[in-house]
């Protein structure tokens, strides 16, 4: 078993930035791919980024250029870096963690005002 604890949500104005992080603990050493997903009202849960073991990411096209994931595996605990935020940025994230099944954390409200 993994379990994933978020932190770093909140409300920020457009342009703003703010830093979420994701802790994992228990089974860690079966985690292959980490990664972050928002949901917003009335829509459907969707990947922000995503990132290997190896450090390799993957972005949705709508935040390449504004978000950065970065994995500290000493610390087993992934960032998500976002700036340039945007009022549809407004979601709640999700943490992920990807090892023979998917792990998710309980999710952190970002909310961006215009």
């Known amino acids: 078993q993994v379990q994933l604890v978020e932190s770093g949500g909140g409300l920020v104005q457009a342009g703003g930035s703010l830093r979420l992080s994701c802790a994992a603990s228990?089974?860690?050493?079966?985690?292959?791919?980490m990664g972050w997903y928002r949901q917003a009202p009335g829509k459907q849960r969707e990947l922000v980024a995503r990132?290997?073991?190896?450090?390799?990411?993957v972005y949705a096209d709508s935040v390449k250029g504004r978000f950065t994931i970065s994995r500290d595996n000493t610390k087993n605990t992934v960032y998500l870096q976002m700036n340039s935020l945007k009022p549809e940025d407004t979601a709640v994230y999700y943490c992920?963690?990807?090892?023979?099944?998917?792990?998710w954390g309980k999710g952190t409200l970002v909310t961006v005002s215009s």
């Open positions: 990132i290997t073991s190896g450090g390799s990411p």
């Open positions: 992920n963690a990807k090892s023979y099944m998917d792990y």
């Open positions: 228990g089974s860690i050493f079966s985690i292959n791919v």
